[in-house]
């Protein structure tokens, strides 16, 4: 397979300049919050599955072992549900990412009964981080999918 095209944000740099700098800042906002940021990383690999983006799926599967992710864990993220690796708020924050990602798969998208238990499990600085940053992969998915980036197969691998 070959990419289409460079991806719009590098061929627009005040684009990448700017999601650059809203990565930076959900980021922060964990930080200040208590998300770790390994949940972020969860939450946003899970995106990256379902939209079958293999750029953010290699990405975040680095940047979650970096942040101490264990390799079991990651192998298991698609299938959360049926395991019992994950505790109740990364659970929430996978729920969430899930329903958010897939906004046309039912007529309630994110239904009550998911947003509240993302309530339970964090604060509104700390949810708005967390749908920012979904909402955020998100769009990194579409720009990669749409234009068919591949990911860079590393030396030795």
Not at 46 to 63: F, K, M, W
């Amino acid at each position: 397979m070959k990419s289409r095209m460079d991806s719009p944000v590098m061929i627009v740099p005040a684009a990448s300049q700017a999601l650059q700098a809203l990565g930076k800042a959900l980021f922060a906002s964990a930080e200040k919050t208590g998300i770790p940021s390994s949940t972020l990383f969860l939450a946003y690999l899970r995106a990256s599955q379902i939209n079958g983006d293999s750029v953010c799926v290699e990405l975040h599967s680095r940047n979650a072992l970096a942040a101490g992710e264990s390799i079991e864990r990651l192998l298991l993220v698609s299938a959360w549900r049926d395991t019992k690796y994950f505790n109740d708020a990364e659970c929430a924050a996978l729920a969430l990412s899930e329903a958010v990602t897939r906004l046309s798969d039912r007529e309630d998208p994110v239904p009550d009964e998911i947003f509240n238990e993302a309530t339970r499990h964090f604060d509104v600085v700390a949810l708005a981080t967390l749908i920012t940053g979904i909402a955020t992969v998100n769009l990194w998915n579409r720009f990669n999918v749409s234009t068919r980036q591949i990911v860079a197969v590393s030396a030795g691998k």
